[in-house]
């Protein structure tokens, strides 16, 4: 007898349904798997077969044929285990076929027939419900997962004889819920800001960077909190929205990156890659391919600190993703597409020995090593960080001031006040966000009055200004304006957005 079971196959952040066809044949009983299947797909016979008789079901005395359709895409990983079995238990008359009917599974088997966890359930059951599916069959660690997607009835699967049993009506499994309402909140365990001494230049460039989503970039010497500023930053960021967590937390569950009890990703990602990152690690890829670094830190923080020392080949890749907001993977079989809208933070010392520029300590650094240092960043990199800032020493008067800063959370209600301006202004777009605007957007949004024009086109030849770092002093200048509630760009938020561009060190 011929069964279809449905399953679903992961292609980056996408899903398509797979038919799974199991049919019995003439023969000796062995099983083969047709349809493009990977080596975890061809040794899921040997598990199911298992998991089948170690359930005290009946395994075929005959040949079975599977086939996984549309055979035009590659099926990679064990979650066909569970439909395969199913397939096998209509084809051989133990379980009705109207029974399992329109229901998706997914799910891997081991030996004793209990069922493992896989990686990118909640992309799966939005790609169920797009579809029209109405139940999906899920492992038991996975449920809270795939139960955010609303309106789906998602069935935990422990073993497989529970399965078989909930298909027979011998005991029926109960649906899942999991409730979405729960305030997002941040993590508390970050350092906040009023307890960083001093450093108000830099508080306020941060929370610049964080109202308009701009790529930032610290420059000091050793030991004047670049790091810690840098680490704090998720906490002045606006609190992510239902739609933004359940986008973070498909790249999360694609990377297999999920805590086992965290079914929804509450907090922005904030990811620090260490400088010996490899070009896969950073943008994605892999023979199985994963999202990178940059998609990990999507609608969060990738931080990359003593950014000189990460590869130049590494930096470049950068380049094409912090413009497109995406990044595409191309593969044999075709190209994949990861989300990757991250705010870029850099941290650097302004040379090899630390100190160029300190008014205390005296570099020692050869005026040739500096320029070769500095030189490490390429100039388009640079040209796409909005915000360069310097992070000077603390002295001692501000280290031991006994009074502490404004607190993270007020810093982040102006933030969230400047992005609800945003909101608005993009409502029925893409764009979410000052960062995202492209040039269109910019000649809507950004018109300067005549004294702000002035200004612009002297500072255009004087600073030598690029037409991309032009429309991204555009961009930052809205911000600027955005945070303090004004429609309209005046002189001095243009002012404040022209001294954040890159000065020559040297
Ligand atoms: N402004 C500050 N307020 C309070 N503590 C500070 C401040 N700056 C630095 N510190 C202290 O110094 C430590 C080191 O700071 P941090 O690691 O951020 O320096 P850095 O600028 O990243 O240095 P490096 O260039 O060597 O990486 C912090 O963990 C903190 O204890
Ligand atoms: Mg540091």
Redesign the pocket.
Known sequence: MLARVYSCAVLGLDGVIVEVEVDTAGGLPKIVVVGLPDTAVQESKERVLSAIKNSGLETPRRKIRVNLAPASVRKEGPAYDLPIALGILIATGQLNPQSVGDTLIIGELSLDGSVRHVRGVLPIAAVARENGFEQIIVPDTDAAEAALIPELDVIPARTLSEIYEHFTGTSELEPVSFNLDEDLVFDDHLTDFK?????EHVKRALEVAAAGNHNILMI?P????????ARSMPAILPAMSIDEALDVTRVYSIADQLPADVPLLRYRPFRSPHHTISHAGLVGGGNWPSPGEISLAHRGVLFL??LPEFGQRVLEVLRQPIEDKLVTISRAQGSLTFPANFLLVG?M?PCPC?YYGDPVKACTCQPGTITRYQKRISGPLLDRIDIHIE?PR?DYEK?TDDRTGEPSKSIQSRVETARKRQWKRFEGTHLTCNADMGPTEIGEFCQLDSASEKLMRSAMSQMQLSARAYHRVLKLSRTIADLAGEDVIAVHHLAEALQYRPKDLM
Do not use: R, W, Y
Not at 195 to 199: F, N
Not at 222 to 229: Q, V
């Open positions: 307890d960083i001494k001093g450093q000091g050793p030991g004047s909190g670049k790091t810690l500023l600190d003593e941290a010392n630390g992070v603390v280290l």
